[in-house]
């Protein structure tokens, strides 16, 4: 078994050019995922775009422009077309450039994708992936910086997955694209170019199941996606206070893994959400929830959660920086349930 | 006239009457308190749901609307599970899930009628974009009413098929009003095919009331779309005996109108062309009246006998896998 260093966006790459070697009923279609309807490129031995931060480079060349599909930029179109092809046969792994373009699109995602199997009483099924970048961070303003898996989340039918290594990246979206519901993937633009070991060979990292990302005695941290990271480094200087944190990131949103965020409560008697998604009607106030009805007795302290404040994201660079949560904000949070 | 065979003429006319039967008796049991929710009923458009069908196999696919009763049964979805359905009981074609809105036979290639106004067009080109990518003959059919017409969807979607070339057939049943808004008020077009110049795809408007014209129009169009050409739109005009909805009060419909509507009815027309050309007799005719007559009594009778779904089907089917 070879493990190499790869980036998160290699990764992703590494993912889906894994399941298309594999089934020859995955397709990936979106703008620009191929680059330049123009084969000229590929036929000068260039490579296109694969996509607008490069992500599906080279997959155009070896899989073809079958199974590889620039489309326009019509959403609703190419998503509800991913919809009906996943319902009749292909397994579609679709690109939605950036998460806040959700606006429009979402009817073919959620009142068809995610309700089609119910509506028809369980004689459909839907396996397809919904890829789409999230995160602030990028000076991207208010419509290209958002997280909002909350509100797909919220909807039945649909699966959300929010990894946050290059080796759970590709082990994700490989089971994603496995399974048979539709799954909404979300990369954060922050994580691209952040490396890891990851193995060459093929693998899936089962969709439902928490990572324990470090064990501790003291406190639970459950953070999500990029925030994985601001924990860490939040639990390293914590450590040096005596404050022995576990660390948990849940991976998959939908379906939740509640065993494992109750358990590791049950043990810490105390809890902290750190979400880069808004804070009404969000995972973080729902984990919150959670803990506070199935696990009430076992706390020493109020649950506390880490989130940006209920506002868009500003383009002002010292307005976002204000935005995103940090490992200040964690330990300041941690301490609050330790006072 | 289109060259059609014996067998044909009375499946298009069994199609046509069972519909009619269906809707006729939706209605009555709407009207008598018996059916939850609402119904949007086909009545009046039957020609359109069945010439078109008359063209395809069961390996074909359709995308429909919230008026899909009629596009079920000319697909070949069994009434007594469309009935059920109508009931909310758990031998419906849903299992009772879905409802009049929702009726789908995704074994049939019937892949369920819709809520949403414009929302088939993006699915159609899906089972487009899958039989392209495997290779086989397959076509789609994406009803949407003159009202779906403005949903950006359409147009997206139409675009879409054109430049990928894929083997949909876009049929827009005009039958006059979006809910209770004309087509000459909502539409900035004078007919809604001319639509398809834009898209670079064929474009027809064809009389929805007589079978025989759309017959022949969808037999062009699905043969292109088979033999790779792409998609084309179709445009059947027509009218709904019934109001958009059950329980609307027409008041946006004239006698005059309902009139014109009845002298036009696609069912008399059928009629009157076969017994006149002694293609059927008016015996057989009636034969199958009676028949579908009996269809739906039975359908309903299956439908009340019919246990509502144990309380557990609320939790299932909605994901294949829970983890």
Redesign the interface.
């Known amino acids: 078994m070879t493990i190499r260093n790869i980036t998160f966006r290699e990764a992703i790459n590494a993912g889906i050019r894994q399941e298309m070697r594999l089934d020859p009923t995955v397709i990936l279609l979106g703008e620009d995922v191929a680059g330049g309807a123009a084969t000229f490129v590929e036929e000068a031995g260039e490579e296109a775009w694969g996509g607008v931060l490069g992500v599906t480079k080279g997959l155009a060349r070896e899989f073809g422009r079958t199974r590889v599909l620039d489309t326009p930029i019509s959403e609703s179109a190419f998503i509800g077309a991913a919809v009906g092809a996943a319902s009749t046969g292909l397994r579609p792994v679709v690109e939605l450039m950036f998460v806040g373009f959700l606006g429009v699109c979402l009817d073919q995602i959620y009142n068809q994708g995610g309700k089609l199997r119910y509506m028809f009483g369980g004689k459909a099924q839907v396996p397809l992936v919904v890829r789409t970048l999230i995160g602030a961070g990028f000076r991207a303003a208010a419509q290209h910086s958002q997280c909002i898996y909350s509100v797909f989340t919220h909807m039945p039918g649909l699966k959300t997955v929010v990894p946050s290594t290059p080796r759970n990246a590709k082990g994700l979206l490989a089971a994603a694209i496995r399974d048979n519901d539709p799954v909404i993937f979300f990369e954060h633009i922050a994580l691209l170019d952040t490396d890891g070991p990851v193995e060459d060979d093929d693998f899936i990292i089962p969709l439902g199941k928490a990572e324990i990302v470090k064990p501790g005695k003291d406190v639970t941290i459950v953070a999500i996606g990029r925030m994985r990271h601001m924990a860490m480094q939040a639990a390293e200087q914590l450590a040096k206070d005596g404050i022995d944190v576990e660390v948990i990131d849940p991976l998959t949103l939908s379906p939740l893994d509640e065993d494992a965020i109750l358990s590791s409560v049950k043990k810490t008697h105390r809890l902290v959400v750190v979400d880069e998604d808004t804070p009404y009607c969000s995972v973080a106030h729902d984990i919150v929830a959670l803990a506070a009805q199935q696990a009430f007795g076992y706390l020493d302290a109020a649950p506390q959660t880490v989130t940006p404040p209920h506002v868009s994201v500003p383009f002002s660079p010292p307005l976002e920086d204000a935005y995103i949560p940090d490992a200040a904000k964690i330990i300041a949070a941690v301490k609050a349930t330790t006072a | 006239m289109a060259e059609l065979t014996q067998d044909q003429l009375l499946w298009i006319y069994d199609r046509m009457r069972l519909i009619r039967e269906f809707e006729n008796r939706a209605s009555a049991l709407f009207a008598a308190g018996k059916l939850p929710g609402f119904v949007h009923l086909y009545a009046g458009e039957e020609a359109i749901g069945v010439g078109i069908m008359a063209n395809l196999t069961d390996r074909d696919?359709i995308?429909s609307t919230h008026r899909g009763h009629g596009h079920c049964i000319a697909k070949g979805v069994e009434v007594n599970g469309m009935m059920a359905e109508l009931y909310g009981k758990a031998t419906?074609?849903?299992?009772?899930?879905?409802g009049s809105m929702?009726i789908?036979?995704?074994?049939k290639g019937m892949?369920?009628a819709?809520?949403?106004v414009g929302?088939g067009?993006?699915?159609?080109?899906?089972?487009?974009?899958?039989a392209?990518?495997?290779g086989t003959d397959q076509v789609?059919i994406c009803f949407f009413g003159d009202g779906a017409a403005e949903q950006?969807?359409m147009h997206?979607?139409m675009?879409?098929a054109s430049?990928?070339k894929l083997p949909v057939v876009f049929v827009c049943e005009n039958n006059g009003y979006a809910e209770s808004t004309p087509v000459h008020y909502h539409s900035a077009s004078k007919d809604i095919a001319d639509r398809a110049t834009a898209y670079n795809m064929p474009g027809f408007t064809v009389n929805g009331t007589d079978v025989f014209a759309v017959y022949e129009a969808a037999h062009e169009a699905v043969a292109r779309a088979r033999r790779g050409e792409g998609p084309t739109l179709l445009e059947a005009k027509g009218f709904r005996y019934f109001g958009h909805f059950e329980g609307d009060p027409l008041s946006y419909r004239t006698e005059e109108e309902i009139a014109k509507n009845k002298s036009n009815d696609p069912i008399d027309q059928f009629r009157r062309r076969v017994i006149d050309r002694e293609l059927l007799s008016a015996a057989t005719l009636d034969e199958i009246d009676a028949r579908s007559k009996a269809a739906i009594d039975a359908a309903v009778e299956f439908a009340e006998a019919s246990p509502y779904p144990e309380l557990s089907e609320l939790m299932?089917?909605?994901?294949?896998?829970?983890?």
Do not use: Q
């Open positions: 696919f995308t419906g074609s849903c299992k009772g899930k879905g929702h789908a036979d995704v074994d892949l369920g819709n809520g949403i929302a067009g993006p699915l159609a080109c899906g089972p487009g974009l899958m392209k990518v495997k789609t950006g969807t997206e979607s675009n879409l430049i990928w299932t089917d909605v994901y294949v896998s829970y983890r």
